[in-house]
């Protein structure tokens, strides 16, 4: 709640406001005006995202199906594997599905298989192109 960081992180550059599909309405007509009312520059631009599902259905209090992110980042020790799978495997237009498997297997198989043996093979190259 710190009023001198609003002129920093508003006034300049780009503003770009990231949003559920569920409330892009809202965002794209109603909130420019509040802005604009309020002397305040609306967004530059608008990235609508879709909804995270589990097993097809949104996540919701009332559906009983939430993660826990924290519980997620905990068990994995950083906030890499859940960012990982969230960019790689959800498309930022659509709905995408969680599972607790397909994020084992994208942040073991994918990043330790396939990128950590390309990672040891430009290390090698580099060893030896480099006496070491």
């Known amino acids: 709640s710190d009023v001198t960081l609003l002129p920093r992180y508003w006034n300049g550059g780009q503003r770009i406001h990231v949003v559920g599909k569920g409330i892009s309405k809202f965002h794209a007509i109603y909130w420019p005006a509040i802005l604009l009312s309020a002397g305040l520059p609306p ?18 209090k009332s559906a009983g199906n939430g993660i826990d992110p924290e519980g997620i980042i905990q068990s994995y020790e950083t906030p890499d594997a859940l960012r990982y799978y969230l960019l790689r495997h959800i498309r ?21 298989g396939q990128h950590g043996s390309l990672a ?3 290390l090698a190259l580099l060893s030896t192109s480099f006496n070491g």
């Open 92 to 112: 930022s237009g659509d709905d995408g599905d969680f599972s607790a498997e397909r994020l084992e297997a994208a942040w073991s198989g994918e990043l330790a």
């Open 120 to 122: 040891n093979r430009v």
């Open 43 to 60: 967004p530059s631009s608008i990235l609508v995202h879709g909804y995270v599902t589990v097993d097809g259905r949104k996540i919701g």
